[in-house]
């Protein structure tokens, strides 16, 4: 999603704005309920059968969080040659705030991710069309369940404020767990952009 250029003090708002239209209908929540069985009594029915099971309203309870994996939120493009050279930066992108939403079917668990970010210009920007590449993984235990790298394209106007934008995947479908040991992740992803 491409947006005009911002002041830099209003991502929030147009975060905010552009996610509740973006996941409108959706449900969701980001609560982890814990195993603790139902209210049935332990003289009827033994602590470990049903008493331990997770509910089905427990299970559609529980949408997976999203996290910014540590060194993956910010993103730097530079002159050709001039990696690492502050004087020769073309911009700078950053995720600032993720967030995500569930809906449930036959066994499954839909997760409609986003993110927020901004591009600042830098000391060699141009005006254009610049791509950023976003991945999103998700992972069950130390299972990776889903792993996708995006092509954000973002369209940069002006040198002097910094331009926002929101990334959204909409296609995350996994297998619903009793465990609700699943984690989204979210970062910037230099590639390639073939593999997963």
Known sequence: ?????????????VFATVLLAALAGCTTSGTDKAAD???GSSLTTPASTSDQRIKESELRAFCPSVSLRDGTAFFSTYEKGGDKDPARVIYQAALTDTTRACQYGAGTMTIDVAAAGKVVPGPKYKSG???????V???QGDQVIYSKLHKQAVTIANGDTATQFVFNDKAI???MTEKNNIQI???????????K
């Open 129 to 135: 069309t610049i791509t950023m590449p976003i991945r």
């Open 173 to 175: 479908t996994v297998p």
């Open 185 to 195: 992740f979210v970062g910037f992803d230099e590639g390639p952009y073939d593999t």
């Open 37 to 39: 069985g139902g209210s």
């Open 1 to 13: 999603m491409q947006t005009a250029p911002q002041n830099r003090s209003s991502l929030f708002p």
């Open 137 to 139: 993984a998700v992972r």
